[in-house]
């Protein structure tokens, strides 16, 4: 299996902030990767696919880099919204494998 | 736009089966590849297989000797089934479309609560 190493697990960040997350992979995933943005009571919501494409209706403030074995998440000025818990997701290979989450506080 | 629609039992004891089925409305049943995710507090979220329209099937090894899934295509609804459950099956279950032209998963279903628990 092809694990996922998310850092960090927490954040605590202020509004207008730049913010970057980051996931590694146990093995090359070329850019088979995902980030996933959950809010409280809700399913989790795609925000970026092939660890740089921008999915459709999502903020240009968030963007995606990376790949191999390295892959980051970053949110270029935190808006109120954007409080909530990250994942990413690696399906490169069976079985798919999420990171274990980022949950982004309001400082 | 699609919508997804799940349902199954809530509370189950040790030993017994874990049952949650999902429908799928408003859009198209095949061409995709069906998924179940859960969520718990001390795993976070869990992948534990798909199927696609034709029944063909991925499941996590974690959890294959246990698992079936299946489907319905004349109600366009979808399956799984879990054997001998035990506490560490106590999650948030989704179900969700994957999406493989742009490699996500873009629809899910509201969430099922199940609590094993003698």
């Known amino acids: 299996d092809i694990q996922m190493t998310q850092s960090p697990s927490s954040l605590s960040a202020s509004v207008g902030d730049r913010v970057t997350i980051t996931c590694r992979a146990s093995?090359?995933?070329?850019?088979?990767l995902g980030w996933y943005q959950q809010k409280a009571g809700k399913a989790p919501k795609s925000l970026i696919y092939a660890a740089s494409r921008l999915q459709s209706g999502v903020p240009s403030r968030f963007s995606g880099s990376g790949s191999g074995t390295e892959f980051t998440l970053t949110i270029s000025s935190l808006q109120p919204e954007d409080f909530a818990s990250y994942y990413c997701?690696?399906?490169?290979?069976?079985?798919?494998?999420f990171g274990q989450g980022t949950k982004l506080e309001i400082k | 736009q699609v919508q997804v629609q799940q349902w199954g039992a809530g509370l189950l004891k040790p030993s017994e089966t874990l049952s949650l089925t999902c429908a799928v409305y408003s859009g198209s049943f095949s061409g995709y590849y069906w998924s179940w995710i859960r969520q718990s507090p001390g795993k976070g979220l869990e992948w534990i297989g798909e199927i696609n329209y034709r029944g063909n099937t991925n499941y996590n090894p974690s959890l294959k000797s246990r698992l079936t899934m299946s489907l319905d295509t004349s109600k366009n609804q979808f399956s799984l089934k879990l054997t001998s459950v035990t506490a560490a099956d106590t999650a948030l279950y989704y179900c969700?479309?994957?999406?493989?032209?742009?490699?996500?998963?873009?629809?899910w279903g509201q969430g099922t609560l199940v609590t094993v628990s003698s």
């Open positions: 969700a479309r994957w999406v493989a032209t742009t490699h996500h998963f873009d629809s």
């Open positions: 093995q090359d995933i070329r850019n088979d």
């Open positions: 997701l690696q399906h490169n290979s069976y079985p798919y494998n």
